[in-house]
């Protein structure tokens, strides 16, 4: 489970999932009270409004319903949003919420042993807690009898989950070792820290994941009876959305949930809050690690306050990669290795928090200088045109992701109902595109002033210059004014199975060489997925190529000969696309994610990318910087560490050939001395297309493919490559056994990775047995591993095992890998070794494989309608000159396989003791 210590706002994705708040709100009246007559209301279920084709719905209960119909992708999400998070923790009580997010997985009444259940049907699950919100959520290839129940689960956990001492005793380390896991990270500790220090009444000051102290002496009865008062009907929303049937869908919620009582306690609303801020606060966090880092924070206003969207766009205008005002002054100058945004969402009073890391001879204190001044200086430089242009186009290339998919849109409610009303995030669209260069100054010269931020001394002064106190947010008033706009436009119902896909699918050859498959098909706010893969070079042209091939995809990203980087990704933004190019020895992937209209452009500025790249010099050495930061922190870190260790123990390569695996030692060491003449060079001699199998590309989504035919054989026709192009095969290599300590010290959190190579490629007579045999074992969160370490002996967060295969090579890898306590390293090591080889010995009963298989199917039918998923095996299948009838074979020998074959392939090729095994950690 994740618990949200920061917030997924529309600023920042590596920051987890958005905060919100509880503000109950009465029923409106139905904006279109034409769209009730759509659905047969069971005996007691409300229409409440329907708005921008989502459908909401009021049980008597109290319980509120949204309905969220796409019937374009083949998948559904079950999202349940409780207005209760840490904010809502009395003294003694922190990390309360938390932990019911844990032990509402152990089981209920009617689903004793929920994880299982989950497994069996191929469920995508994850639950999430934060300040003023937890939410738990399912994601399932569309499945009427799937559906059920999800319903009834959500339902029967509700009012009926086993919260008690004895799952208690189990999950109690592993939330303690989520929180060790989570002191691992200096920035992330350093956050809290500021914001701690930065409330001295609100609990938005305290982390979610409580006190250890709490944690550790949690009382079983407060705990249950803080269950039993926010964990009701009154105090929750259902989310259903994707395909279904919404007949179905309420007749089920009307049977399942409205049996539930409306309980007669009264949730009373929180009022404490802070007061305003009269002196600047400093916070010092002294740990082990190598990157420093550097923070500042300010008080804002609520999600619902019509403000809230200014300080989005203040973020951006500061701290976006690479247009921001910080950018500017801290990366390019070589201050810092990054700057990061984070405007907290939240249904109180919240925060603007801007952050930079910086490498181990950057000064910290020049740094934060240089960020206070900056955030502080709007006085002195105005917010621009230009500016709010560039903040709004981000902010609402960032909203067409969340509101294209059913998924993540579903989940992204929460954060809003929380604020208040889950309408909230149609309103702050709007706001968004209404905003001002005046109001966008007005807030920052309110809130970004030196009495508001987090500095540390009492200065007097006469006549003090303070920012107003924040104050709570009406709600109903906010929402008088939204005037809902139209719904997105739905896409076809689509059959994801492989021989339809394949029916669906044209495929050719442009003139130069490069494969196509492209998939046109109608979708949800008409969005199109592209996923291109260039193969280059081979073992010979390919030696001593080190970091160069690395560093050159990644110098892709940063502008063209005609736009810099700044304008290449306000381009993207305007365009409301995603644009990834990635790669390394041999190999380049882009990964593109954009609407129909804005697809020719789009593709037109990801060949400008590969064709007519900068190579900046500025840019290259911000790029080295920040991937020397990261490696510089990860040699620090115990599960990089680790890994790093196996790698290269396993690794039987020269140094100077291209499939030789660099330590992350080595890999600084390269980089330091790598030089951008290096990067041109190997552009100039690689990029381009050579011979058929170079090159691929699969589109899925609403487009023109003649059009797109006809751009792509324009675009690319003329581009060639000086190399030829011969795969680098795998060898397979038996791997030693060992078993490795490294210690890291002051690090609360240890990691154990073990590793060993096999003889088998996925055409190999044991592939499919191994696959099964990995998944019973270690691929799933019902598998013997997980429960092991985390369900029975309870010493582990998260853990499993993998095996993967080359379809042209006799060659894979099996791995196991777990966080643990350090303390707990024998017992892990135990249960590692015990589990394994119990599953060599004894192999998996009838009922585990029949429950394995039917999941493992129903996960792969879920993979197949995720587009971009779908657009990446396209192109692979590509490569490989297969179709999608290789997923069809694959299922019938999955479906085929026996016990005696699982039991056969693990006595013939596993073992704990053949396992490099690595444990890093601090052992002292």
Do not use: C
Not at 476 to 495: H, M, N, R, Y
């Amino acid at each position: 489970m994740m618990s949200s210590r920061f917030s997924f706002s529309l600023l920042s994705a590596s920051l987890a999932m958005a905060f919100g708040g509880l503000m109950h709100v009465p029923a409106i009246a139905a904006t279109q009270p034409a769209v009730e007559k759509q659905a047969i209301l069971p005996a007691g279920v409300q229409f409440v409004r329907t708005v921008e084709g989502i459908n909401e719905y009021l049980l008597p209960n109290g319980l509120r319903v949204l309905l969220v119909p796409d019937a374009s992708k083949p998948s559904t999400t079950v999202n349940i949003t409780y207005r209760v998070g840490s904010r809502y923790e009395n003294y003694g009580e922190t990390g309360m919420a938390h932990l019911l997010e844990h032990l509402m997985f152990k089981g209920s009444k009617e689903h004793p042993r929920l994880w299982e259940e989950m497994s069996q049907r191929g469920v995508q699950f994850n639950g999430t807690t934060s300040y003023d919100r937890t939410n738990y959520y399912e994601t399932f290839a569309a499945n009427p009898a799937t559906l059920t129940w999800a319903l009834s689960m959500e339902a029967d956990r509700m009012v009926n989950s086993r919260i008690s001492g004895d799952d208690l005793k189990t999950e109690f380390s592993v939330v303690r070792n989520e929180m060790e896991k989570n002191e691992n990270s200096a920035i992330g500790m350093l956050m809290q820290r500021v914001i701690a220090s930065s409330y001295q009444w609100h609990n938005y000051g305290k982390d979610t994941i409580g006190a250890r102290t709490d944690v550790e002496n949690v009382n079983i009865p407060h705990l249950q009876a803080f269950w039993r008062k926010y964990y009701q009907p009154d105090n929750a929303t259902l989310t259903v959305a994707g395909a279904f049937d919404s007949n179905q869908v309420l007749k089920l919620v009307a049977q399942q949930f409205g049996k539930i009582p409306r309980p007669k306690r009264v949730l009373e609303p929180t009022y404490t809050l802070d007061p305003a801020q009269d002196g600047e606060r400093d916070v010092t966090v002294r740990r082990v690690g190598e990157s420093p880092a550097v923070v500042a924070m300010y008080h804002t206003m609520p999600a619902a306050n019509a403000d809230y969207p200014a300080t989005e766009a203040l973020a951006l205008i500061l701290a976006d990669s690479p247009n921001g005002r910080l950018y500017k002054a801290l990366v390019e100058a070589k201050k810092t290795v990054d700057v990061f945004p984070y405007a907290a969402n939240l249904d109180e009073p919240g925060f603007l928090l801007i952050g930079a890391n910086l490498r181990g001879d950057q000064d910290t204190a020049e740094a934060k200088k240089i960020m206070v001044s900056t955030i502080e200086g709007f006085a002195q430089k105005p917010v621009t045109e230009e500016e709010l242009a560039r903040a709004k186009a981000k902010l609402n290339s960032d909203l067409a992701q969340v509101f294209n998919d059913p998924e993540k849109f579903a989940v992204a409610l929460s954060d809003n109902i929380a604020s208040g009303d889950w309408r909230l995030m149609l309103l702050f669209r709007d706001r968004v595109n209404a905003l001002t260069v005046a109001d966008v100054q007005r807030v920052a010269t309110t809130w970004l002033k030196t009495s508001n931020r987090t500095t540390g001394s009492f200065i007097p002064d006469a006549k003090p210059d303070r920012a107003p106190a924040p104050a709570k947010a009406d709600v109903v008033a906010e929402l008088k004014t939204f005037k809902p706009s139209a719904a997105i436009a739905q896409g076809e119902v689509f059959d994801s199975s492989p021989a339809n896909i394949d029916k669906r699918t044209e495929k050719g050859i442009l003139s130069n060489g490069m494969k196509y498959a492209l998939l046109p098909k109608t979708t949800r706010g008409n969005t199109v997925v592209m996923a291109m893969n260039l193969y280059m070079g081979d073992a010979q042209s390919l030696k001593n190529k080190g970091v160069i091939p690395e560093l050159t995809a990644a110098m892709l990203n940063r502008g063209t000969e005609k736009l810099s980087h700044q304008a290449f990704t306000e381009e993207l933004d305007k365009l409301k696309a995603k644009v990834q190019i990635s790669g390394g020895v041999g190999s380049v992937n882009i990964s593109v994610e954009t609407v129909r209209d804005n697809l020719p452009k789009v593709v037109g500025l990801v060949s400008d990318a590969l064709r007519h790249p900068a190579f900046n010099a500025d840019e290259f050495a911000q790029l080295v910087n920040a991937q020397l930061a990261q490696l510089e922190e990860s040699s620090k870190d115990p599960q990089a560490l680790a890994v790093d260790a196996v790698r290269s123990a396993n690794n039987h390569w020269p140094a100077d050939d291209p499939r030789y695996y660099h330590t992350i030692s080595e890999k600084i060491a390269a980089l330091k001395g790598a030089k951008l003449a290096d990067v041109q060079a190997f552009w100039t001699s690689f990029y381009g297309i050579h011979q058929n199998d170079q090159a691929q590309i699969a589109v899925v989504g609403e487009f023109d493919s003649a059009a797109l035919k006809s751009q792509l054989e324009s675009t690319f026709s003329a581009w060639k490559s000086e190399q030829a192009f011969q795969r680098l095969n795998r060898v397979y290599n038996e791997t030693p056994a060992k078993d490795l300590r490294i210690q890291t010290p002051d690090k609360a959190n240890a990691f154990f990775f073990a590793s060993m190579n096999l003889p088998t490629g996925e055409q190999h007579a044991d592939y499919p047995a191994l696959v099964m045999a990995n998944y019973l074992l270690g691929g799933n969160v019902n598998s013997r591993i997980f429960n092991r370490i985390r369900q029975k002996d309870g010493i582990s967060y998260g853990g499993g095992s993998g095996y993967s295969a080359s379809y042209l090579d006799n060659f894979g890898s099996f791995s196991a890998y777990a966080i643990y306590a350090p303390q707990n390293r024998e017992k892990l090591e135990t249960g590692m070794r015990e589990e394994i080889n119990r599953a060599v010995k004894e192999g998996f009963t009838a009922a585990e494989l029949e429950d394995g298989k039917k999941s493992y199917l129903q996960e792969r039918q879920l993979q197949r309608s995720q587009d971009s998923l779908l657009a990446q095996e396209l192109a692979a299948n590509l490569f490989l000159g297969l179709t999608m009838q290789r997923d069809a074979d694959l299922d019938k020998k999955i479906a085929a396989v026996t016990g005696a074959d699982i039991k056969a392939a693990l006595q013939k090729y596993i073992s704990y003791e053949k396992l490099t095994r690595v444990f890093g950690g601090d052992f002292k």
